[in-house]
């Protein structure tokens, strides 16, 4: 090793020993071998004067070195010096982020090429484009646990909402906060009514919470009230001791003012109108006697007393409260375009659909009945066997086999054609439909469901008889329903 000190400043040179100038050893490989022989020779002064004294370098680094002299007598000196160039050439490229990559070896540091300080270069940082899909997978993962935490508790609390607000005492109140009341309704209390039916009215006009709110309350504290017969006038979203009062209060009652819903007989009217008017029954009855009087073209008001709320002067008599119904009941046909010979007849049919079916089926039940009377087939309805034999409000669907046999008028299972008159007193949308029947094909419906009203409309007897048993099976599940 050479004695001069080098121009290169290397901070282990007491434990190397003095490394050969970069410098002198750049200008030897500069110069190019004339002959294989030249740079063989060329090739072991390089070595003698670059390989380090085995008393001076560690036993560690010694066993680092990769070649022995005479591996290097067979390297061409050339390629040897173009493969360490392009080592320093790598060693000096930039990472990206202003550091050089920490390529340097053994061979670079003996040759005097690098500096024992490469050796502890830090290794480059991860790059941006890593840490940002680093960031979006733990992002997606804290998103998804939170998901499904979130997702089990609605589950479970759309599951065991009841048990969790009676465990926790969340319960939902059944009745309104005072401040609440709005608008304006009306509700009919027919004698005898009690707090469990009256409580059912309020909530089906809006006026209550629940169904339970009046009469639960009546429970709670105890309250004794009776309740007079009569229309009261009533606001939107009431809680129950503001109802008990309104209906404490005279002025709240409609004075002669009568409430009368559809499907009612003539019978059935005329005692409606006595207690909600407070006007004795037999005079009803009695102008009621003579249909006549009144333009109606049959010996019965039956299908003419029409179902709606009305407000009569204090000094009314029975025949005015009588003539105003079938005044309306006319108004009604004509609105729906009824000549006034037809009249009797559309009535009849609009009374049956009214007691056969519900509103959103009225006019495929105008259709079967049509259908049936154009193939001349009987028209078996139940609702006209029971008015014939008196048992129209027995509180069943079902006809029985005396009612279906029996032979009068309305019996539709034993004539032919429609029954000698109303049954019932129609409304609006009845007579409507009996003017205007669906399109389509039905001969046959069955209500196969009496709590939803669901009803199925068939073509053929085979289909009519599966829904007959769809109808049996449904009375079976649920008895005491009406069947």
Not at 145 to 150: E, I, K, P, Q
Not at 213 to 224: G, K, R
Not at 304 to 318: E, G, I, R, S, V
Not at 376 to 399: C, F, I, P, R, V
Request: contains cysteine; glycine residues 8%.
């Amino acid at each position: 090793m050479p004695d001069t000190p080098s121009g290169f400043d290397d901070p282990f040179a007491d434990l190397y020993g003095k490394l050969p100038d970069p410098n002198r050893r750049s200008t030897a490989r500069d110069a190019t071998p004339k002959s294989r022989r030249e740079a063989r020779a060329a090739q072991r002064r390089q070595n003698d004067t670059t390989a380090p004294r085995e008393d001076t370098v560690p036993a560690r680094v010694r066993e680092s070195v990769p070649a022995s002299d005479a591996e290097r007598e067979s390297e061409p000196a050339p390629v040897a010096a173009r493969e360490r160039e392009s080592v320093g050439a790598a060693a000096g490229r930039s990472t990206g982020h202003g550091r050089s990559a920490p390529s340097a070896t053994l061979d670079d540091l003996f040759s005097g090429e690098r500096s024992t300080s490469d050796l502890g270069a830090p290794p480059p940082r991860p790059s941006r484009k890593r840490r940002r899909t680093a960031g979006w997978i733990a992002l997606a993962i804290v998103l998804a646990l939170v998901g499904g935490v979130a997702a089990g508790g609605l589950w479970v609390w759309n599951t065991y909402e009841d048990g969790i607000r009676s465990f926790m005492g969340w319960e939902e109140p059944n009745d309104y906060e005072p401040g609440l009341a709005h608008g304006e309704t009306t509700i009919t209390i027919a004698s005898g009514d009690t707090g469990g039916p009256v409580s059912q009215k309020l909530f089906d006009a809006g006026v209550t919470k629940t169904p339970e709110a009046l009469y639960d309350y009546m429970i709670e504290n105890s309250v004794t009230f009776t309740f007079q017969p009569g229309v009261y006038r009533l606001q939107l979203q009431m809680n129950a001791a503001a109802v008990l009062d309104t209906l404490a209060d005279p002025a709240s009652r409609m004075e002669n003012t009568a409430q009368l819903r559809e499907g009612l007989t003539a019978e059935q009217t005329l005692t409606a109108l006595s207690e909600q008017l407070e006007m004795p029954l037999e005079e009803l009855q009695a102008a009621a006697a003579d249909p006549s009087a009144f333009g109606v073209p049959s010996d019965s008001l039956e299908g003419w007393l029409f179902p709606a709320t009305y407000t009569f002067d204090p000094a009314a008599t029975a025949s005015d409260v009588i003539a105003r119904l079938v005044a309306r009941t006319v108004e009604s046909l004509d609105q729906a375009g009824v000549p006034e010979a037809d009249r009797q007849r559309v009535l009849t049919i609009a009374s049956i659909v009214e007691r056969e079916g519900r509103p959103n089926d009225f006019a495929k039940v105008s259709r079967v009945i049509q259908n049936r009377l154009d193939q001349g087939m009987k028209l078996q309805m139940d609702s006209t066997a029971q008015y014939g034999y008196g048992e129209l409000h027995a509180g069943s669907a079902s006809t029985s086999d005396e009612a279906q046999f029996d032979d009068n008028p309305w019996n539709t299972y034993v004539i032919d054609g429609l029954p000698a008159g109303p049954i019932a007193n129609p409304g609006d949308a009845a007579i409507d439909a009996a003017m205007h029947p669906a399109d389509g094909p039905w001969l046959f419906f069955v209500t196969v469901n009496l709590d939803t009203g669901e009803t199925l409309f068939t073509t053929t007897a085979d289909e009519h008889e599966a829904a007959r048993q769809q109808w049996i099976s449904w009375c079976k599940d649920n008895p005491g329903k009406g069947c």
